[in-house]
């Protein structure tokens, strides 16, 4: 199989089996009801460009390493009952989740539209106090197999993407179209990660829908909102 065979392989792996195309390609269909065949093909097109974006972001991604645990922090894990093995899945789980974290900030202050979508939904909010509550409770990681291994990386993959595109500097109509629907599926991202946080927190909540908009929308925001979590020891 030549390199170009695998290439058109692996765009149509990626576009179907990623979280931001499928969701395009749901809004292509039923909120703007789009042909079928278009959607399709719009998608796999978009698809191809968000596929060669990942692989441009591969070489940016931080390459620091988990640092070696502390005694104390090794005895936190113990007392909860991780062995070694689920103790090191554990803290690299975790460390992935930071290092997306801190780009996912740094992505929502970068553009003002991305900037508005966070204030909207109070994602980093939202997202830091998900990882200090997965923190101080790792016997719980499975519960928040979601937010971990989906919706905040697809997040992650998302903005990254829209930056790339909003940087363009030249724009046809095609590109804000991209662009308004990328938004649409950001804000809904958003909206699933609210949900992730509700459900995580479920025993305190008693209804699931009217508390997914109190944790966008009325959660306190003050200083410890935005805390720093890049020296939150793992």
């Known amino acids: 199989m030549n390199d170009f065979s695998k290439n058109i392989i692996a765009v149509l792996r990626y576009t179907f089996t990623s979280v931001s195309t499928i969701l395009f390609f749901l809004l292509l269909v039923f909120i703007f009801n789009l042909d079928f065949w278009w959607s399709l093909i719009i998608s796999i097109a978009l698809g191809s460009v968000f596929f060669y974006m990942q692989n441009d972001n591969e070489t940016k991604k931080p390459s620091t390493k988990l640092k070696k645990v502390s005694a104390e922090k090794e005895n936190f894990y113990k007392s909860n009952g991780l062995n070694k093995e689920e103790m090191n899945f554990f803290r690299e789980t975790m460390y992935l989740a930071k290092t997306q974290i801190l780009i996912l900030e740094r992505n929502m202050y970068s553009i003002s539209k991305l900037t508005a979508i966070e204030k909207r939904n109070n994602t980093l909010h939202l997202v830091k106090s998900l990882f ?103």
């Open 132 to 234: 200090k509550e997965i923190t101080e409770n790792p016997r719980r990681l499975n519960e928040a197999n979601k937010f971990l291994y989906v919706h905040l990386s697809s997040l992650v993959d998302l903005t990254n993407k829209y930056i790339e595109i909003d940087q363009h500097e030249v724009k046809s109509k095609a590109t804000y179209d991209v662009l308004n629907e990328s938004a649409l599926t950001i804000d809904e991202m958003c909206h699933l990660i609210a949900v992730d946080y509700v459900a995580f927190k479920s025993e305190d909540f008693d209804d699931m829908s009217i508390e997914v908009e109190l944790a966008k929308k009325t959660i306190e925001r003050d200083s410890t909102d935005f805390e720093i979590i890049e020296n939150q020891e793992l």
